[in-house]
Nanobody, 114 residues
Framework: QVRLVESGGGLVQAGGSLRLSCAAS????????MGWYRQAPGKERELVAE???????NYADSVKGRFTISRDNAKNTVYLQMNSLKDEDTAVYYC????????WGQGTQVTVSS
């Protein structure tokens, strides 16, 4: 059974940094794509960043230049380095992974205080 587990969330002051990790277990294949999404209270879940198996990345405009997505295929793990955090980055962050279907993690809370 494929399982995605996020970690690294927490409380940070505006301008600070956090690094999220999402480790996949129970797989014997490589994901075509892995991504990070977030959902703030009262808002829809939105794409933050995604990375494809060949290394191509995409970012939401709101995080470009501040966040960096990376993946370690040997560890089946995707990371999100978040710098220069702002209040509006406060949300629950979810990772997902796609092969012939889509899997989601349980989410990790990121709270940015000003």
């Amino acid at each position: 059974q494929v399982r995605l587990v996020e970690s690294g969330g927490g409380l940070v002051q505006a301008g600070g940094s956090l690094r999220l990790s999402c480790a996949a277990s129970g797989i014997s294949f490589s994901f075509d794509r892995m991504g990070w999404y977030r959902q703030a209270p009262g808002k829809e879940r939105e794409l933050v960043a995604e990375i494809f198996s060949g290394g191509t990345t995409n970012y939401a405009d709101s995080v470009k230049g501040r966040f960096t997505i990376s993946r370690d295929n040997a560890k089946n793990t995707v990371y999100l380095q978040m710098n220069s955090l702002k209040d509006e980055d406060t949300a629950v962050y979810y990772c997902n992974a796609q092969a012939w279907r889509l899997w989601w993690g349980q989410g990790t809370q990121v709270t940015v205080s000003s």
